[in-house]
Nanobody
Framework: QVQFVESGGGLVHDGGSLRLSCVAS????????MGWFRQAPGKQRELVAS???????DYAEPVKGRFTISRDNAKRTVYLQMTNLTPQDTAIHYC????????WGQGTQVTVSS
């Protein structure tokens, strides 16, 4: 059974930091390109950051310079370090893994208060 389990979300003040984690099971983790998406109320889900099997990263423009995606293949985990958070970052954040199949986690809420 494939599972992606996110953790690390919560409530922080404007300017604060959080680190999200996503542990994958049921897949050959190092064969998957991984990503973090987010969905704010009333908006479409959008890509935040991605990291390929070989470690190449890419970021959405609003988070460049503030967020860092990384992966630990031995721990089957992908991370999203988020700094200098603003209320516009408030959203449910989803972990994603794509190879021949695309899988999603259940999401973790990030709320940034002003």
């Amino acid at each position: 059974q494939v599972q992606f389990v996110e953790s690390g979300g919560g409530l922080v003040h404007d300017g604060g930091s959080l680190r999200l984690s996503c542990v994958a099971s049921g897949i050959i983790f190092d064969q998957y390109n991984m990503g973090w998406f987010r969905q704010a109320p009333g908006k479409q889900r959008e890509l935040v950051a991605s990291i390929t099997r070989t470690g190449t990263t890419d970021y959405a423009e609003p988070v460049k310079g503030r967020f860092t995606i990384s992966r630990d293949n031995a721990k089957r985990t992908v991370y999203l370090q988020m700094t200098n958070l603003t209320p516009q970052d408030t959203a449910i954040h989803y972990c994603s893994g794509r190879s021949a199949t695309h899988y999603w986690g259940q999401g973790t809420q990030v709320t940034v208060s002003s």
